[in-house]
Antibody
Framework: EVQLVESGGGLVQPGGSLRLPCAAS????????MSWVRQAPGKGLEWVSA??????????YYADSVKGRFTISRDNSKNTLYLQMNSLRAEDTAIYYC???????????????WGQGTLVTVSS | EIVLTQSPATLSLSPGERATLSCRAS??????LAWYQQKPGQAPRLLIY???NRATGIPARFSGSGSGTDFTLTISSLEPEDFAVYYC?????????FGPGTKVDIK
């Protein structure tokens, strides 16, 4: 069974940093592209960042709203995806979902499995 | 950035009725469009990918159509569990973008 479990959320002050891990199980993690998608309270979905599979070079992609502040990475030996978030702003407040991209080896960039999400609140 | 617009914002229907949801792209996304369903307190679920392909385990009452800039998600006969918010997403170009969503609620 595919499982994605995010953690690391919490309350952080503006300008602060947070690192979100997403533990993956039930599939060959290194073979899949992965993404982070966020959802502000009561709002819609916003794609944040993606990383391709190891075989596709581990390329990274970012939304303009987080480029230069957030870094996506993966540790295939630990089956874990990360999102390092720096210089946090109030508008980064959201539930952050980790999601697997559909299709092993070739990234479809559609998300077929999602975690339950972790809430990040940026406030003083 | 490709902007996706969804209409209507809210669709009020009764169980058994047909639901037709629209997603329009600001420029062509070819056939690279997906639909997701999200229920309150839950993560989204992939329904349809590449316009018309149902994801694993998705019932046949869900279907997608369209190409280029105009797309439709149809639920042929609403079941009680189908009342939710539906989002479209394009993968034609970076950044990936989602539409603002259509809420299907019970009339």
């Amino acid at each position: 069974e595919v499982q994605l479990v995010e953690s690391g959320g919490g309350l952080v002050q503006p300008g602060g940093s947070l690192r979100l891990p997403c533990a993956a199980s039930g599939f060959t993690f290194s073979s899949y592209a992965m993404s982070w998608v966020r959802q502000a309270p009561g709002k819609g979905l916003e794609w944040v960042s993606a990383i391709s599979s190891r075989g596709s070079g581990g390329n990274t992609y970012y939304a303009d709203s987080v480029k230069g502040r957030f870094t996506i990475s993966r540790d295939n030996s630990k089956n874990t995806l990360y999102l390092q978030m720096n210089s946090l702003r109030a508008e980064d407040t959201a539930i952050y979902y980790c999601a697997r991209d559909q299709g092993a080896y070739t990234s479809s960039w559609y998300k077929d499995y999602w975690g339950q999400g972790t809430l990040v609140t940026v406030s003083s | 950035e490709i902007v996706l617009t969804q209409s209507p914002a809210t669709l009020s229907l009764s169980p058994g009725e047909r639901a037709t949801l629209s997603c329009r792209a600001s420029q062509s996304v070819s056939s690279y469009l997906a639909w997701y369903q999200q229920k309150p307190g839950q993560a989204p679920r992939l329904l349809i990918y590449d316009v018309s392909n149902r994801a694993t385990g998705i019932p046949a009452r869900f279907s997608g159509s369209g190409s280029g800039t105009d797309f439709t998600l149809t639920i042929s006969s609403l079941e009680p569990e189908d009342f939710a918010v539906y989002y479209c997403q394009q993968r034609s170009d970076w950044p990936l973008t989602f539409g603002p969503g259509t809420k299907v609620d019970i009339k």
